[in-house]
């Protein structure tokens, strides 16, 4: 008989009694099943190894390679003979071979690091690191054995462009220069006394200039070249500015009135009021003169209130078009615009509202414009007729727009539509609600929600699923995920499993399913529907349920 739960019990009735005459069906049958038994694999319960391979013997004691233990590995073996320590790292030095070098915190840190930038920053690196030396371009100068610029260098202007320090007392600086046709010399010591600073040029090896904080010293004739000589041996003031090129504007004090030149404040305000007298037209002016003239690109007057929290404005010229612009803070930089004038066509643009209380007149289109542009309205008061009276539309109520074809300034017209924000009526029938819904005998849902619709109309849950929902339409014979309610055929084995019972299916191979060995289980519930035999195989059908 078999084995319950790994214990072997002998056959009812194989026992002898004393004194009684061993029967021969049962002795013989308890001894053929000894024999059964011992060329059986015994089980593991029983200290054996449930199997008659070695694979399966693995297997069932939980040591199955490459699922519950790892095989042998030749890379594997020489890491373990490593002799690991802080700050260490792995790495190979033949095929499966290793062994350990040194890892600093500090490098780790750069180990760490996603890009080339990153570990720039972990070193401290300047921004010439990704230079290359070189002569010119964007490049780092490179200095030759001798410490001289290995090519000509070019510097940009700056303030200062060259500077030299040094703290040595009585130590020279100079710059100096040499050519075929001669050399010059600038440097700053001190004078003959060693009380002050003396900054010299020389050239070709003759003393130019001296300069000293309160004096300077010209060896030669000053000239600005042909026609621009300055001379400092005029009779008078007069003569001198004459020869400085001075202005009339020079003799001229700051001031805020009379004949002053106006004065600004550090912020380029006007230090107080200004007045500009009227002027008389010129050539073309026929409007009476230019009082204020601005030229420049996108000319513009800036008006600032400074009684309080209000907004601030700012009129400008651009592109053919007058702007007005409204700034809700002191500096201008952050503006709307109100108005817009093409200076060409005459067409206005309104980004506000726009009031007309009496009858007025426009030339050309005017147009309020939505988000793209200019965000506004116009408020014409009571209505807007078109030519004539054939149509007008009006507002008889707050919140409500009315649309009287054919005329009918009046009580209620024919064809008359009136929209207000929650309904839409039609010659006096109301053929929108927002509180309204079509109900299904007149064509809708009666729901403003899909999931009502739906319920409504007697969908069930089938409705919102896709065919992936419904069926497996996939070809992968390893596949162990499938719809609820799919259906699949699994090997019996040696069970007998009740009817609807729940029960693991797995993947049995790639040419179908069963319910024993040890492969991939089905996702989900499965449920024993009834079975079948063939050729003395047992097999179930097995439905998905959950």
Do not use: C
């Not at 010399?185 to 004078?191: H, T």
């Amino acid at each position: 008989m078999p084995r319950t739960g790994g214990v072997y019990s002998p056959p009812a009735g194989t026992k002898g009694v004393s004194n009684t005459t061993i029967q021969s069906v049962p002795y013989n049958a308890f001894v053929d099943d000894l024999t059964a038994d011992a060329n059986a694999a015994r089980p593991v319960t029983a200290g054996g190894t449930g199997s008659t391979t070695a694979s399966g013997a693995r297997t069932a004691l939980g040591l199955a390679i490459g699922t519950n233990v790892q095989a042998f590995d030749a890379g594997l073996q020489a890491i373990a003979g490593l002799t690991t320590a802080a700050d260490r790292m792995i790495y190979t030095t033949a095929l499966d071979v290793y062994a350990t070098t040194a890892l600093t915190p500090f490098a780790r840190t750069i180990l760490d690091d996603a890009t080339a930038a990153a570990a720039r920053t972990t070193l401290e690196l300047g921004t010439a690191a990704v230079k290359n030396t070189g002569t010119s371009g964007d490049a780092v100068p490179l200095l030759n054995a001798a410490n001289t610029w290995s090519a000509a260098q070019t510097i940009a202007a700056a303030q200062p462009i060259l500077t030299f320090t040094d703290t040595d007392t009585g130590v020279d600086h100079s710059i100096s220069g040499n050519s075929s046709v001669g050399g010059f010399f600038i440097q700053v010591d001190q004078n003959s006394e060693g009380t002050a600073s003396v900054l010299r040029v020389d050239v070709r090896g003759s003393q130019k200039l001296a300069i000293t904080s309160t004096a300077a010293e010209f060896s030669v004739p000053i000239a600005m070249g042909t026609n621009h000589a300055i001379s400092f041996a005029g009779t008078g003031a007069a003569t001198t500015r004459t020869n400085l090129g001075l202005g009339t504007a020079a003799t001229q004090n700051t001031g805020t009135s009379g004949a002053n030149v106006p004065l600004m404040n550090a912020a380029n305000t006007w230090a107080a009021l200004q007045t500009v007298a009227n002027a008389s037209g010129g050539a073309g002016d026929t409007w009476g003169g230019r009082l204020l003239h601005l030229e420049n690109f996108a000319p513009g007057i800036y008006f600032q209130d400074n009684s309080g929290s209000v907004n601030n404005g700012l009129l400008n010229v651009d592109s053919n078009l007058l702007r007005i612009w409204g700034t809700p803070n002191t500096d201008g930089t952050s503006l709307t615009e109100h108005f817009r004038l093409n200076i060409s066509t005459g067409a206005a643009l309104f980004g506000g509202t726009l009031s007309v209380n009496s009858a007025v007149g426009f030339g050309s289109t005017m147009s309020v414009t939505g988000a793209s542009t200019l965000t506004g309205r116009v408020n014409f008061g009571e209505r807007i007729v078109s030519t004539g009276t054939d149509a007008i539309i009006g507002t008889a109520s707050a919140g409500q727009v009315i649309l009287r074809p054919n005329g009918g300034d009046g009580g209620f017209t024919t064809g008359q539509i009136v929209v207000t924000p929650t309904t839409f009526t039609w010659n006096g029938e109301t053929v929108y609600h927002s509180g309204n819904v079509v109900p299904v005998a007149d064509g809708g849902t009666g729901s403003t929600t899909a999931s009502g619709a739906r319920s409504n109309l007697g969908l069930g849950g089938l409705a919102v699923m896709d065919v992936t929902g419904l069926f497996y339409t996939g070809s992968s014979v390893s596949n162990t995920v499938f719809p609820v309610g799919s259906i699949v055929f699994a090997s019996l084995g040696g069970t007998r499993p009740d009817l609807n019972s729940t029960t693991t299916v797995r993947l049995s191979g790639t040419t179908g399913y069963s319910i024993e060995g040890a492969e991939a289980a089905l996702s989900g519930t499965w449920r024993h529907r009834g079975g079948y035999t063939v050729s003395g195989d047992r097999f179930g059908i097995y439905q998905r349920v959950a």
